[in-house]
């Protein structure tokens, strides 16, 4: 007879640290939110994209959107919304995502801001992002794209610095990569897309702009001398991509 009372005992204290274990801080993060541009023109409309960082397969999120500036001209609900920026000059978006439905001890909310900048700009970065996969290169490039479409008189340019360790050739391997990618698969004129293979830095990174007629783009400086970087072997398939 003491054995079912041990076991009542012992679910009370597990309850017990559950309880605790809820009130403390989340040391991870569930969900993470991008945007299509990191800058935008006022008047445009920017997209915001909940990222979920961990798959549970038998879960069905739930989306709820919140946002500080601008109208949610779509996407409600969904893990991907569209913002109207009217009006916005000088202010900044702040979206927020809450996930629900979901059984998890992360944090459920993440939120993301882009600032609006009065047109016609003068080369402000459209986005910017470092040594990723192609496949998240490509959701990048393809908001990109929809921008160009939007804004057919605008340029598009690429900027990409090789990290200190790298190979040869390696920026203008993934510069001819992207544009590829746009021009092939994205229908925009080659003419419009302009690529610059701007030397090396500590890490590598791209930089894509829209860039309205008139305007020059800001000087991008390297920061490591070609004399210090360290020489890698190429990287298999650095250079494939699928069109189709």
């Known amino acids: 007879m003491k ?11 597990l309850a017990t640290v559950g309880v605790g274990t809820a009130q403390t801080s989340s040391p991870c993060q569930f969900v993470s939110v991008e945007s299509s541009a990191v800058d935008t023109q006022a008047g445009t409309q920017v997209i915001f994209n909940a990222k979920l960082n961990t798959v549970i397969p038998t879960a069905k999120p739930e989306f709820r959107w919140e946002i500080t500036g601008g109208t949610i001209t779509a996407g409600q609900g969904t893990s991907s919304i569209t913002v109207d920026t009217s009006g916005l000059v000088g202010q900044s978006i702040d979206a ?3 996930v629900a439905g979901v059984l998890t001890v992360c944090t459920t909310s993440a939120t993301k801001s882009v600032r609006v900048f009065e047109g016609p700009g003068c080369g402000i970065a459209f986005d910017e992002f470092g040594d990723i996969a192609f496949e998240d290169e490509k959701a990048r490039l393809d908001n990109f794209a929809i921008q160009l479409s939007m804004h057919k008189e605008h340029r598009g340019h690429i900027t990409i610095f090789a990290g200190r360790k790298t190979y040869p050739g390696e920026a203008s391997d993934r510069l001819q990569r992207a544009k590829n990618y746009l021009v092939e698969v994205r229908n925009i004129d080659a003419d419009r897309i302009v690529t610059v293979d701007g030397g090396y830095r500590e890490e590598f990174s791209t930089t894509l702009y829209i860039v309205p007629p008139g305007v020059d783009l ?5 920061d ?4 210090e970087i360290v020489l890698t072997k190429r990287r298999p398939k650095a250079v494939a991509h699928k069109t189709h």
């Open 3 to 13: 054995f079912p009372h041990f076991i009542a005992i012992a679910a009370v204290l």
């Open 96 to 98: 927020t995502v809450s």
């Open 218 to 222: 800001p000087s991008l400086e390297a």
């Open 224 to 227: 490591v001398s070609p004399t």
